[in-house]
């Protein structure tokens, strides 16, 4: 758990440190996230593989830790870039980048480790991330539309062999809003006697709406602005992690038309100890997909899982520029028969 708490905790510290003095601290921040990051993954070697039925009770507790502060960050960030925080125009935009990324590779798994415990407490504290980043429906998408359906059409976050990020990133937020809302009304059907507000769609919507009044009135148009720009850049981060770990990968489907069940190599993986630490081993994403309850200090990755040849964060980048990304990924597939 220390290097779980160290690659997290600190890009926080950081960007508090320089949401109040600015100037080289903004630099410092978002190098830390980037490129130390980056430097880490080159020199440490991977971790050993933890067993799959070991107790990390830490793990739960540094997730909650990273929620409850979660608000107060982007109150902060808001405030930094789009408040009377006195900063100049570069800091302001350094400040959005760093804690848009940190909402983005640092926030986003911790909550999407939340909203899969069983625990209610748990799970409401991941809603109110996804929510204040304005993509609550995300939880829902997520858990009932990507768990489900991953690899095949049906899921609108797993993205095709030739389809460039940007056209992914319009389908997948979209579709994934849409199928999302499919889904919840479904379940909400066959439960039954379910009361109208009580749906999580209105939780969604409401709690943005709330969040966006806030900023504007705390902050006027610049803080509504800030926030939009913080959240927006975080959601592209979701997204390019949608993208990368299901890029071109199938299931098959079986005589009776339904995919076969998930399996290792249905996503794609990275062993980087430093960057997959900071990620709360989000980039241990087939073990995650085939044990969505597993806690993520005991994901494990095996040989059969498809590696990508950088970190998650390095393919995330390359992802922005689709030519050069599709000469990286598509031998790939091709290597695996796809």
């Known amino acids: 758990m220390f290097l779980f708490t160290i690659a997290t905790l600190t890009p926080a510290l950081l ?40 107790e990390f009770p830490a793990g739960d507790g540094l997730s909650a830790f990273l929620a409850q502060v979660h608000l107060p960050m982007l109150a902060l960030a ?17 400040l959005l980048v760093g804690f848009g990324l940190f ?10 480790e939340l909203i899969h ?32 359906h991953v690899g095949t059409d049906a899921d609108p976050s797993s993205a095709r062999r030739g389809e460039g990020f940007w056209r992914f990133a319009k ?13 919840e009304n479904e379940r909400r059907a066959r439960a039954g006697h379910m009361s109208p507000l009580s749906h999580p769609y209105l939780h969604y919507a409401g709690g943005a709406l709330v969040a966006m009044a806030l900023a ?11 926030l939009i720009g913080v959240a927006g850049y975080a959601q592209i981060q979701m997204l390019l992690s ?59 990755l095996s040989p059969e899982m498809p590696v990508l040849p950088h970190s998650l964060p390095v393919m995330a980048v390359i992802a922005l520029w689709p030519g050069l990304w599709q000469r990286v990924m598509d031998p790939r597939l091709a290597a695996l028969g796809l």
């Not at 590779?105 to 911790?110: E, G, K």
């Not at 705390?218 to 602005?225: E, H, I, R, T, Y």
Request: aromatic content about 10%; some cysteine; glycine content about 12%.
């Open 15 to 54: 960007l508090i440190l320089s949401a109040f003095l600015g100037g080289i601290w903004v630099l410092i921040a978002v190098c830390f996230i980037t490129l130390f990051t980056f430097l880490m993954d080159r020199l440490c070697r991977a971790a050993a593989e933890p067993r799959p039925d070991a």
């Open 171 to 183: 389908r997948g937020w979209t579709g994934a809003f849409r199928a999302g809302l499919r889904a």
């Open 78 to 94: 808001v405030w930094a870039v789009g408040g009377g925080s006195g900063m100049t125009g570069w800091e302001r935009a350094g």
């Open 242 to 300: 949608d993208y990368v770990q299901h890029y071109g990968l199938r299931r098959v489907l079986r005589p009776d038309g339904k995919p076969v069940p998930v399996g290792p190599e249905h996503s794609w993986n990275t062993p980087h100890r430093y960057s997959s630490a900071m990620m709360l081993n989000a980039p241990r994403h087939s073990d995650h997909h085939m044990h969505p309850s597993r806690h993520y200090p005991a994901l494990r």
């Open 103 to 112: 909402f983005g590779q640092i926030a986003h798994p911790n909550a999407h």
């Open 216 to 226: 504007g009135l705390a902050l006027g148009p610049g803080g509504l602005a800030a």
């Open 117 to 148: 415990r069983g625990n209610r407490w748990l799970g409401e504290l991941g809603k109110m991330v996804y929510v204040s980043l304005l993509i609550g429906h995300h939880v829902s998408a997520h858990r009932l539309v990507h768990h489900v």
